[in-house]
């Protein structure tokens, strides 16, 4: 099916109307004599909210650096946790036949799903943060409009879709699955262990080539295999496309429910994106960026760095790219634009 029917049907469901920005003007006073308003003496100030900004800082810097001395402590200066060290030193053993290393399509796979992530968020943050369209954009032989942003925002949620149907399907026919598929009851505590390690900063050794750490597996299958589809499945409910005239549907699953979903799983992609490349960064680089882009374990080599510094000057090209012209041009390409 072409990518022009399948975002035929974004236009077939009701569009989300944006309510006009005078609805919500304030509205001129009635009396005849000119009074002045009371200052809101509950509202916070600048220097204010400065302090509390300050303040939670402090307090965070003391939580962290209470967690590490406790981690530490009780890691390595107590019986009870070097014997948790080492019964579960962080990693949970993989079956025999459990593939080694990255093969070609996992480092595409892997950098197109970052592409199509961060211009997924940004597109989604925009729809979020902007309330009035710049445009609108109708299907061809369709009667119905949606926002030139829900349409930038729906097409990128197709190739991201795909990208993970696809990424799905070979991880279980080249049985990549096991390495982010919990398969023993031990993830957990050594899950923890790692945990523990990483607060206490003698980190858990990495060897992503061969098994990751139980607490990477565990981050890996909720980011695949729950996250993910809960941003899909909420999207979906939020977008133009969800059957509206289907009212018990509907009621089993609200909108007021998907919206209240689908923006704590948009900060939990943050969150994991920020964490993931810091570690990859801080837990050996280059090895690290060689096997997610050049299929390698060499220590050694700068071509998996050079090939994600190219990756991610591709991703900030498109975003920077992704103007409303862009946007427009776009639209006109897959249908017509208002």
């Known amino acids: 099916m072409s990518r022009g029917r399948a975002l035929a049907g974004f236009a077939r469901a009701e569009p989300v109307t944006v309510e006009p920005m005078l609805e919500h003007a304030p509205q001129p006073a009635t009396s005849s004599t000119s009074e002045t308003a009371a200052p809101d003496r509950t509202t916070r100030g600048p220097l204010s ?12 810097a003391v939580v962290v650096a209470l967690a590490i001395v406790l981690a530490r402590v009780f890691l390595f200066h107590t019986a009870a946790g070097a014997s948790f060290l080492k019964a579960f030193p962080g990693q949970s053993e993989l079956p025999a036949w459990a593939p080694v290393g990255q093969p070609l399509w996992a480092q595409w796979q892997h950098w197109l799903n970052a592409f199509f992530m961060v211009l997924v968020i940004k597109t989604g943050w925009t729809i979020r943060r902007n309330p009035r369209p710049s445009g609108s954009w109708l299907a061809r032989n369709s009667r119905r ?13 197709v190739f991201w879709l795909a990208n993970g149907v696809i990424f799905w399907v070979l991880l279980f026919a080249t049985r990549q699955w096991v390495r982010v598929v919990p398969v023993h009851w031990d993830v957990f505590p050594n899950a923890l262990s790692a945990a523990l390690q990483y607060a206490s900063l003698n980190w858990p050794t990495e060897d992503g080539w061969a098994n990751y750490n139980a607490l990477q597996l565990l981050a890996y299958f909720v980011t695949i295999f729950i996250a993910a589809p809960l941003a899909a499945v909420t999207g979906y409910r939020m977008s133009p496309l969800w059957p509206k005239k289907n009212q018990r549907l509907s009621r089993l699953f609200p909108n007021d429910l998907a919206r209240r979903l689908h923006y704590p799983v948009m900060l939990y992609f943050v969150v994991f994106v920020v964490v993931h490349v810091t570690l990859v960064l801080a837990t050996g680089a280059l090895r690290n960026l060689n096997h997610m882009f050049w299929g390698s374990d060499s220590t050694g080599s700068w071509a998996g760095f050079w090939m994600f510094v190219l990756g991610i000057a591709a991703i900030v090209a498109a975003v920077i790219a992704l ?14 634009v208002g």
């Open 145 to 157: 409009r949606i926002t030139l942003e829900q349409f930038i925002h729906l097409l990128l949620d």
């Open 49 to 60: 909210r400065r302090v509390t900004l300050v303040l939670g800082v402090v307090a965070a």
């Open 323 to 336: 103007r409303p012209s862009v946007v427009r041009w776009l639209g006109s390409l897959l249908g017509k």
